[in-house]
């Protein structure tokens, strides 16, 4: 029942749409099985976009639309895109110029927030240049000022829609806060600031932070910060409840199915998984468990069937108990990997950053399907929508379906 109502407030999208980072529920978990299992640069694919700069973004899918996020001339010139599903032409294009500084580093390229839609409206993040939000056609509804993001590393976290807001995390820094607006209009909503945002002095500060992108869960949202995971009321952006352990760095966003929430650290820091519900600290009372470090994660997993799924940077793919964190295997696939696992049925869908792309048995056993090459380095993951898979390397943006 729990599960269930976690992924109430979506069952009327669509399954052959993908509005956000992560897909309609924003943990990864597509509705659609028959997907294509084999592909190669050549084969199963039906058409290939060239982009113009590296890019970490994932795409999105609405109808016959795909929008995407892209950066030109080092971040002077943030786009959006909007591509036509059907032929991987462009539609239309949108460029936001911004003279100012931000810092990122060089496995980080701008523009690596990917966008969000509603059916109605199109919203993108570009960090230090703004918010920004579209029709379906491409004309400007709404812009708004975020202020500078600054941090060594940039930002890349996602805005998501819940009813009527836009909700962002507006962070890693100084400055961070979690931000919400009227989708309609961009006007704030209302606005929290995050103590423990940074720390020390001097450049020390950078080595702290979150990237994670809020998760939508029924009236809910959760999201993973230095120290700690936290419930907000998504309405007025109360705190319900926090659970603590994580450490300094989040890279990835939390998941929750089964009734229990989970969220892991970055930087081989501690993950922990805990009890939905409660109310204030609620550490004590319903973390299950914690371990104090684990393997490099920047993507995030996906929760299927009382096992956790995730891709570690190093290239490890893992099978973790839900209600205990103990390892049932890992096993390495191939190169390191950024991209977040995406669960279709009882298969994972994951790329690594060689351009390697793995379906991999969903299973208690370990057994991978098929091993598919698009010899391209790919730091994004897999978007799903309506049979196809949207991949976006550092040179192109692949669709793949079967014929």
Partial sequence: MAAAACLAPWLQIRADNWPAWRGPTGQGICEETELPLEWSASKNVRWKLPLPAPGNSTPIAWGKRIFLTQATNSGAGRWTWCVNRDDGKIAWKK??????????HATNPYCSASPVTDGERVIVSHGSAGLFCYDLSGKELWRRDLGEFRHIWGNANSPVIYGDSCIINCGPG?????LCLDKKTGKETWKIPIPGGHEGTGGRESWTGSWSTPLV??????VSYPGRLIAFEATSGKELWSCSGLGKLVYTSPLAREGIAVSMSGFMGPPLAVR???KGEVT????LWRQERSQQRIGSGVIHQGHIYIHNDPGVLECIKLKTGETVWKNRLAGKSWSSVVLSGDRLYTADDGGSCFVVQASPSFKVLARNEL?????????????????????????????
């Fill in 95 to 104: 460029k936001v110029a911004y003279a100012g500084s931000e810092p990122t």
């Fill in 174 to 178: 100084v400055r961070t806060h979690l």
């Fill in 217 to 222: 869960l029924g009236k809910k949202l959760l």
């Fill in 276 to 278: 939905l519900g409660g």
């Fill in 284 to 287: 004590e009372s319903r973390r």
């Fill in 375 to 403: 010899g391209e380095r790919i730091r994004a993951s897999i978007a799903v929508s309506d049979g196809a898979l949207f991949i976006r390397s550092y040179k192109h943006l692949w669709c793949i379906s079967k014929p």
